[in-house]
């Protein structure tokens, strides 16, 4: 009887050990193919100022929340202060709808995001985002690349034409065609070859006009057409811009004045809108 018993305790030892053997196995099969990045990395042990609390979100970490920025940066690499935000900017972000797609590198994937307010604090910095268009436009392709004024030097925004470039918010001057003037990233303005002037010279008036978002500067229209620029592509010296022929309005006079100055004055507002390509909003009736 008694070995027997040994026997059956033997048993129960061996398929004890056997079962413990297949859940460490188990285990370490479970850490070898979760994400080994998937938890936050611990706060730096460093002596840093204080400061507000920022949530960094980098791509591979998510939701990493530190006491401050000083910590956030010496806890890991992947964070900077483009990845980590101030918690309180995270919570401010309006809800309004302005589409943008942003890469966090050239030739990275694109994601798209309400507004950019929200793109920021997934990690992507907002030279990497651009407007979406929102018109109905022509699949006419007239490749574009744009700049706004108070852009940063970097963001540059690709259309395939005036009409989606309009349609994201940018005005014509803000572009150039890369068929002509080639990419913005290495525009330089030229000066007016002496072919244009030549061709120009029975127009001797200058109006000084600026054109793309260089603010190229062109003695007149007919020398600003003959090194690649459009009429509707540039402006005045007050920051005006010139009315297109092709626009078709009434003769009405109804005289508004547009831009954020409210120095450009236009017959009626259908010539500042269609004509000078003003948003109606941007204009008023003179006084």
Known sequence: LTQKMTTIMLSYRKALQCLLGT??????????????????????????????????????????????ICTA??????????????RKLLKSCPTEYKPVECRK?????????????????????????????LKMCPLVYKPMECRGDTDDDDRICKYDNACMARGAGYYKDDCIFTETHYSLKDHECEEASEEAKDACDRIQRKNALFCGPNKCPMD?????????????????NSDCRLVKQRAICNKAYKPVVCSSSRECEYPNLCIATKGAGYKALECVKKI
């Open 23 to 68: 859940i460490i196995f188990l285990q370490q099969r479970a850490v070898v193919s979760a994400d080994p990045l998937s938890t936050c990395p611990p706060p730096a042990d460093v002596r840093c100022p204080s400061g507000e609390a920022v949530e960094c979100n980098s791509g591979r970490f998510e939701s990493c929340v530190y006491d401050n």
């Open 73 to 86: 940066l010496h806890s890991h690499d992947d964070f900077d202060e483009v990845t980590c935000l101030r």
């Open 105 to 133: 590198n050239e030739g990275g994937d694109l994601a798209t995001f309400d507004n950019v307010c929200i793109a920021m604090t997934k990690g992507y910095a907002s030279k990497g985002c651009c407007n979406v268009n």
């Open 220 to 236: 007149n229209v007919c020398i600003a057409k003959k090194m690649g620029w459009k009429k509707f592509q540039c402006t005045t």
